[in-house]
């Protein structure tokens, strides 16, 4: 499966932001899709997950009651909802996908798209 995810960029802090996995080459509803994070300077860290179905969700606790991920299995896409931007949410974003159950851990995907920056200026 291809993921391409889209949607980052410049905010304001307080300011709210949409990204959007899209997925390619398989049925996208088989796989569980996690977003994922990492900002200059530090390692790569889990922000949301969501299982195949789209009945299961799981977040980080430092974005957890300001983004929500939902899918839409029809049109094969994720998204990432993120509202109350902060400064330190500030990264490139990256979607991924793997069979099973939805996993914080990042090496556990076999499936990555290419990031897209989101910017959050404070």
């Known amino acids: 499966v291809q993921l391409q995810a889209f949607g980052g960029g410049l905010v304001q802090a307080g300011g709210s932001l949409r990204l959007s996995c899209s997925a390619s080459?398989?049925?996208?509803?088989?796989?569980?899709v996690g977003w994922f994070r990492q900002a200059p300077g530090k390692e790569r860290e889990f922000v949301a997950a969501?299982?195949?179905?789209?009945?299961?969700?799981s977040y980080a606790d430092s974005v957890k009651g300001r983004f929500t991920i939902s899918r839409n299995s029809g049109k094969n896409t994720v998204h990432l909802q993120m509202d109350s931007l902060k400064s330190e949410d500030t990264a490139v974003y990256s979607c991924?996908?793997?069979?099973?159950?939805?996993?914080?851990?990042?090496?556990?995907?076999?499936?990555w798209g290419q990031g897209t920056q989101v910017t959050v200026s404070s």
């Open positions: 969501i299982s195949w179905s789209g009945g299961l969700t």
């Open positions: 080459g398989r049925t996208f509803s088989d796989y569980a």
């Open positions: 991924a996908a793997k069979i099973g159950t939805r996993s914080r851990i990042g090496d556990s995907y076999d499936y």
